[in-house]
């Protein structure tokens, strides 16, 4: 049986009240608030360094990012630590909040489907996360210029786009990840203590694991380099199971040019490779696609997930 | 006239339960009509098969000639839905609440502001509209419920437990706003489990119990039906032998001692007259005499026991 009128009616008012809600209320400024404290502070810390260096990189507004001054962990770092958890808040109680509050009924009862409820929150939640996430790309981006005197070049740009983008899927995978807890579970408590214990488990137990499961495994394997480097896949295929390493790689690969493989290079390859040139972007993004796709894929999975189990749900409330 | 709200054979279970079996429900326009049970005996679950909210397992419902299950954005435009303890958004103001209803309907912004006016007024609410709903006391929020439900201009508006929770006062000004919507030519389908409250407002009330509707009609109808016509004559008196001396009043069923002093009789006609003459010449004194109007209450009560007498 088909229903009949279009499942985005409504989307756009429901869109407008979640990105209102998210971008007002104290739990997102205490979070905004701290990632803009840790960004500084990097940034500020990293540029220290890069004054003295200043010409001998060509991507002076990759290295911004990525380098490291103790006992400071990179910018890069950093997001990948605090994006996940602005992703949770966002959307750990979308659904449950709402029957908690007992609004949900009263909202569905108005002309529209409960297609457009989730989906609307789901982009509020995105959107909130690209704009704070391109509000502190540019805020580096500034605070680079100033300290540098240095203007970004075209590539840099580009690769900060990509990396911008790579990021928000990253986080789109929590986003999603809490969502669907938030229509699993009825208390909003609880959907955000799974969402961080699944956070947790990708982010410090699952390499643990992943290397476990692999001694277990090369233990009993014995054989020649075919055997070694299928063993080496092996353990890189266990390791990209977390979104955790998906988001590293690409990373990895995006702000840094002279990156030429995420895994295991034969010498019989890199016959006729010249030494210490860089990729242009475009072999970067070639890198990192099934990286990029990975996550992607994962957001839209979970979504899915989230989608049905919510249609199927009874908004008794 | 139209039917507003039919069902046919309206049935839904949940795995073995079933929480409302085959049921048959005609409302006509601009009709108040009372969805009447105790908890948990399938009135909320018709409601939810009514706004296509949920799947019946069988049968079907046409809401303004729609198919809920269709097309339920066409019966919602024109069906208002105030859920039972309806909830709002705490932080934002009774304005902002109703604003997002009103872009959920997709009315213009001016459309939108000039609604709202006349449906808090309505209300009562205007003073306070610009209030985060935080602050409200139960009776507001149910009211503001009202309002939230006017906003979109329905053809009817379906109501569920809409004085619960209520005091007595807050719970007769909200029944007064309800019989407000039928001048206006909305029909009202309302559920609850406050018999009597709810009796003075509806045309006709559906009596459900155990998810089918086991009674259905005016209250008169249904006090003549389950009760026999019967007449109900509270005897306040004290003296000896009373209860031989009502009991051999012509016309009379049943004589009962409340307590002591107060006696109930059951009559088939209105014997006030006779009453008093027989308690008078008995050398008793009457000190009060007054007759009992059926209530809802009383038919249900009464249904349900000669129903569980058969069972």
Redesign the interface.
């Known amino acids: 049986m088909k229903r009949r009128g279009s499942p985005w009616t409504g989307l756009g008012a429901i869109l407008i009240k979640e990105m209102a809600d998210h971008l007002s209320s104290v739990r997102m400024r205490l979070l905004e608030g701290l990632v803009l404290l840790t960004a500084i502070g990097t940034v500020f810390a990293a540029t220290q360094t890069l004054r003295q260096t200043i010409g001998e990189d060509p991507f002076l507004y990759l290295k911004i990012l990525t380098s490291a001054q103790d006992p400071l962990p990179s910018f890069v770092a950093f997001m990948g630590f605090l994006i996940p958890l602005v992703a949770i808040a966002l959307a750990f109680d979308a659904i449950n909040g709402e029957y908690m509050r007992r609004t949900l009924s009263r909202v569905l009862a108005q002309p529209i489907y409960r297609d457009a409820v989730l989906l609307g929150k789901f982009l509020a939640g995105i959107f909130t996360l690209g704009i704070t996430l391109l509000a502190l790309w540019l805020l580096v981006v500034g605070l680079g210029i100033l300290r540098l005197g240095v203007v970004p070049e075209a590539r840099e740009v580009g690769r900060g786009l990509v990396f911008i983008f790579a990021t928000l899927a990253y986080g789109g995978v929590w986003l999603a990840l809490a969502m669907l807890f938030s229509v699993v579970f009825r208390q909003p408590a609880t959907s955000a203590m799974a969402t961080i214990a699944v956070w947790l488990f990708f982010a410090v137990f699952w390499e643990i694991l992943a290397g476990l499961f692999f001694n277990i495994i090369s233990a009993s394997a014995s054989g020649g380099p075919e055997t070694e480097l299928a063993l080496a896949n092996f353990r890189l295929f266990l390791s990209r199971i977390s979104p955790n390493t998906l988001y590293s790689e690409t990373v990895l690969a995006l702000l840094n040019p002279d990156v030429r493989a995420l895994g295991p290079v034969l010498i019989t390859q890199l016959e006729g490779a010249v030494r210490g040139t860089l990729l242009p972007l475009s072999q970067s993004l070639l890198l990192v696609w099934p990286q990029l796709t990975g996550l992607v894929a994962t957001v839209i999975l979970l979504f899915a997930g989230a989608y049905v189990a919510f249609q199927r749900q009874e908004v008794r409330a | 006239m139209s039917a507003i709200i039919e069902t046919q054979g309206l049935t839904k279970h949940y795995g073995p339960i079933a929480a409302v079996e085959s049921l048959n429900l005609r409302l006509q326009a601009g009709e108040v009509f009372g969805l009447l049970g105790p908890n948990g005996s399938g009135k909320?679950t018709t409601i939810?098969m009514l706004?296509g909210?949920?799947e019946p397992t069988s049968g079907w419902a046409r809401v303004l000639g729609e198919d809920p299950?269709?097309?339920?954005?066409?019966v919602?435009?024109r069906v208002?839905?105030?859920?039972?303890?309806?909830?709002?958004?705490?932080d934002l103001s009774a304005r902002e609440n109703l604003r997002?209803?009103a872009?959920?309907?997709?009315l213009s912004r001016s459309e939108s502001e000039s609604r709202m006016d006349e449906v808090l007024s309505g209300a009562g609410l205007s003073e306070v509209a610009d209030r985060p709903v935080a602050t409200y006391s139960r009776g507001m929020r149910q009211r503001l419920?009202l309002a939230?439900v006017l906003l979109?201009r329905p053809q009817v508006a379906i109501l569920d437990e809409p004085t619960m929770g209520l005091d007595p006062e807050a719970a007769a000004e909200f029944l007064a706003m309800i019989r407000g919507l039928r001048s206006q030519g909305i029909a009202v389908l309302l559920s609850s489990h406050l018999l009597q409250q709810v009796q003075a407002v509806c045309d006709r009330v559906g009596l459900f119990h155990k998810g089918r509707l086991v009674l259905e009609g005016s209250v008169e109808a249904l006090s003549d039906r389950v009760l026999g016509g019967a007449y109900r004559i509270v005897v306040e008196a004290s003296g000896d032998g009373l209860e031989r001396t009502l009991g051999a009043v012509p016309g009379v069923v049943r004589v009962a001692q409340e307590r002591p002093g107060t006696y109930r009789v059951e009559a088939q006609q209105d014997c006030r007259a006779e009453v008093a003459r027989r308690v008078v010449a008995g050398g008793a004194q009457l000190l009060g005499l007054s007759l009992e109007r059926a209530t809802l209450d009383d038919v249900y009560a009464r249904y349900f026991q000669e129903a569980r007498h058969e069972a």
């Open positions: 909320t939810l706004l909210l949920t299950l269709r097309n339920p954005l066409e919602k435009r208002g839905y105030m859920p039972d303890s309806v909830g709002f958004y705490d997002y209803t872009r959920l309907n997709g419920g939230d979109k």
